[in-house]
């Protein structure tokens, strides 16, 4: 009995023990869906002797973790709300550090007719006048507001639509799942289309429009909210995320011959 | 079903090759849970000869109240440690949240009540076998206790063991205490979520495959170590 | 450890479940030697009368008194019941069980057991579980577990209720022996032939009461009450 517990003791300790250099980061699901992580996350490693451990949350949750400073920094793609969280003062800055697109994925035979619209905002109209089935996040992330905005822009009532129109409460690849299963139209990123594993009769039908871009940008946590946050590691991470080698690494990833990030920090 | 064989053949290549990422979650899964386990069943079975042997006003509420947590939703504990250990929260300068510690807490607050309200059981029914002989004994109340938890240890075990398997299978509340950070947090659970969420089901269900294997080892080395089917005969 | 047991005074003894009255109100002296045997038809309260005075049912008027603090005198009885209760464990580790509360080393407390098991018969079965041992042999391992403890005053409930005649005259025999080395015995019994053989004084028990207490001799030849005479004889006592 008292060998057992020893045991579990030394166990628990053990669990407690780390390497020196961690920061921890909340990212967006998309982000990390995207695979660019298991690129970027390495290379840092490499160059900075700093594990970065991740956080895979959406952007609400990301952006309440630093609120509670339960995290050292964020990486996020929703400006509206990185701004606030910057002028309630729980981030110290915002450097925007590369985009991706979003994309509009729904069943291959187009029930709704989108694959040749001019716009994003036309092609929501199509799908709102078809009443084909359409899978929303519906979880209060980036991706989520995005398409909110979207279909204000195309002066379209959520609130009004029937049952085709379906709020999951989830993640991008559960999303897709749910938009697979129901062979339904959705809003993706397009890395987590490219990466997602399931993909059923669902095919990418629209995109291009410059609404569409999604720009990620890198928030530290207040370190004078939050005396724990490591700030030197976050601004070494800072460094290393501007420089010509995550812009290489970052421009030069691809998924199935399809470049998925531009790099544009400054 | 194509899945499924996929998963079965990837789970069968993953253990003979004893892919590495995979050995690191397993043995992080476990750690967790046993830690917890050991941590529960120290808290748990006491209690349970405790409210066993003694008669005390609030008992039956005590009883009752373990009986009710037994069905607590995972992610509501969850939320709970999170709440407590959330650098804002009153043990943030823990800085425990998302850390395999964290996970054990609310492992150990999920099984407590389970192994508990199980161990208390058959607590019980020993001490009305045995409540006139150590009476007439006179054994101190310890050594009430301490018979009682021997000789009721395959029952107890028992106990223990349906704790591990509600900790193990866990996925709720570990992923928002341990915040399934790669080579951190991640565990079996919480890595079947995630590949299931990139739509990877294959991979998804050899994990799966791999946790009932890992369960059903445990199950069996503790019975085996403790000689509990040979000795079937009370 | 010499402690002065006897006299046992009682004095408006009285147990109750629920209000109504099991036992009592007696009122009774005992002395130290010899084999006490209670007897009395079904119901009459024998089990709650050996309860009460080894302190393991509630007293509820009247008083109980050993000549030592009734703390000191609960260290030195045992309690031997109608069906025996066997711990789950070894035929050994039964017998280790009562030495090992009381602090006695394990090596010493094995020798013990070994010694004891023989004395019973019990010495081919130590390392089997108790459970599994039958009917006869549960009581006789309970009456040496009983034992091993050097009482002073072991309580025998119906020890022989349910065993075949080989059994009961085992387990007499290690009344015998017990009593003769100087164990005083308190037993309850319906069996007629039992109880004249163990017997050195009656204590006889109708509705709760004790109607006579005698040494054995003078009661069975001369009962005093009627309820007793009746008893003796074979009469259904309403």
């Not at chain 1, 822009?153 to 299963?181: H, I, K, P, R």
């Not at chain 2, 607590?123 to 101190?140: A, C, F, G, K």
């Not at chain 2, 979520?193 to 080892?217: H, M, R, S």
Request: net charge negative; glycine share 8%; proline share 4%.
């Amino acid at each position: 009995m008292m060998k057992t517990l020893l045991l579990g003791a030394a166990l628990l300790c053990a669990g407690a023990a780390q390497a020196a250099d961690t920061m921890k980061m909340a990212v967006t699901t998309s982000f990390h869906n995207s695979g660019l992580s298991d690129v970027l996350l390495p290379a840092i490693q490499e160059d900075l002797d700093l594990e970065v451990q991740l956080l895979v949350v959406g952007t609400g949750q990301a952006l309440k973790l630093g609120r509670a400073g339960d995290v050292d920094a964020i990486l996020v793609h929703s400006r509206a709300a990185e701004e606030k969280f910057l002028e309630e003062g729980f981030g110290t800055h915002r450097t925007e550090i590369m985009y991706n697109d979003f994309v509009f994925i729904g069943p291959a035979s187009d029930p709704a007719k989108i694959a040749d619209d001019a716009s994003a905002a036309e092609a929501l109209k199509d799908i709102a006048e078809a009443q084909a089935a359409f899978v929303s996040r519906g979880d209060d992330s980036g991706t989520h507001k995005k398409e909110l905005s979207l279909w204000a822009s195309a002066e379209q009532n959520v609130d009004g639509f029937g049952d085709w129109y379906n709020a999951v409460g989830a993640g991008m690849g559960a999303a897709l799942n749910t938009a697979s299963g129901m062979n339904a139209y959705i809003l993706s990123d397009r890395a987590s289309w490219l990466n997602f594993g399931n993909k059923g009769d669902l095919a990418l039908l629209y995109s291009g429009d410059p609404v569409l871009f999604n720009q990620y940008a890198y928030l530290p946590v207040n370190p004078e909210l939050h005396g724990h946050v490591k700030s030197d590691l976050v601004e070494k991470l800072e460094g290393w995320l501007v420089s010509d080698r995550a812009k290489e690494l970052i421009n030069g990833y691809e998924i199935n011959g399809e470049k998925l990030f531009v790099f544009n920090a400054e | 079903m194509v899945d499924l064989w996929q998963g079965l053949a990837q789970a069968f290549w993953m253990v003979v090759t004893l892919d590495p990422e995979l050995v690191e979650i397993a043995a992080r899964s476990l750690r967790v849970t046993l830690s917890a386990l050991v941590v529960a069943s120290a808290i748990a079975l006491p209690l349970a000869a405790f409210l066993a042997v003694r008669r005390f006003r609030a008992r039956r509420l005590i009883i009752a109240l373990l009986n009710a947590l037994m069905g607590l939703p995972p992610v509501v504990v969850g939320l709970i440690v999170y709440v407590l250990l959330s650098r804002s929260g009153p043990l943030g300068v823990l800085g425990l949240l998302f850390t395999p510690t964290a996970m054990v807490i609310a492992q150990v607050i999920i099984i407590v009540p389970l192994i508990a309200s199980i161990a208390h059981q058959s607590i019980r029914d020993l001490w009305q076998e045995y409540h006139d002989l150590l009476i007439s004994m006179n054994v101190t109340q310890w050594q009430k206790v301490r018979t009682l938890l021997w000789d009721a240890r395959r029952a107890l075990l028992t106990a223990a063991l349906a704790g591990f398997g509600r900790a193990i299978g866990e996925v709720g509340a570990i992923m928002i205490v341990g915040g399934n950070i790669d080579h951190a947090t991640r565990v079996l659970t919480t890595a079947i979520a995630l590949e299931t969420g990139k739509g990877e089901f294959a991979l998804a269900l050899a994990l799966g495959f791999v946790l009932i294997g890992l369960a059903i080892a445990v199950n069996l080395s503790i019975h085996w170590l403790s000689r509990t089917e040979q000795e079937g005969r009370w | 450890m010499v402690t002065q047991l006897f006299p046992l005074i009682v004095t408006g003894a009285e147990t109750r479940r629920r209000g109504k009255t099991l036992v009592g109100p007696v009122d009774l002296q005992l002395e130290g030697q010899g084999i006490t045997v209670v007897i009395g038809p079904n119901g009459a309260g024998k089990t709650t009368l050996l309860r009460m005075l080894h302190g393991a049912a509630r007293l509820h008027a009247g008083s109980i008194r050993w000549a030592c603090p009734t703390e000191e005198a609960r260290h030195v009885q045992a309690f031997v019941f109608q069906r025996p209760v066997m711990l789950r464990r070894t035929v050994e580790e039964n017998l280790i069980y009562p030495l090992r509360i009381r602090g006695v080393a394990k090596a010493d407390a094995r020798a013990q057991a070994r010694d004891w098991a023989e004395r019973v018969g019990l010495d081919q079965m130590l390392d089997r579980p108790a459970p599994a041992l039958s009917g006869g042999e549960q009581q006789k391992l309970a009456l040496a577990r009983a034992l091993i403890a050097k009482p002073e005053l072991i309580f025998l409930d119906e020890p022989c209720a349910s065993l075949d005649g080989r059994a009961t005259r085992e387990i007499e025999e290690i009344l015998h022996t017990a009593a003769a080395s100087g164990t005083r015995l308190i037993l309850s019994t319906h069996d007629m032939g039992q109880a004249r053989r163990l017997a050195s004084d009656v204590l006889f028990l109708f509705k709760g009461r004790v109607h006579e207490a005698a040494p054995a001799e003078s009661f069975f030849d001369t009962p005093q009450t009627p309820q007793a005479r009746g008893f003796l004889r074979g009469d259904i006592l309403e």
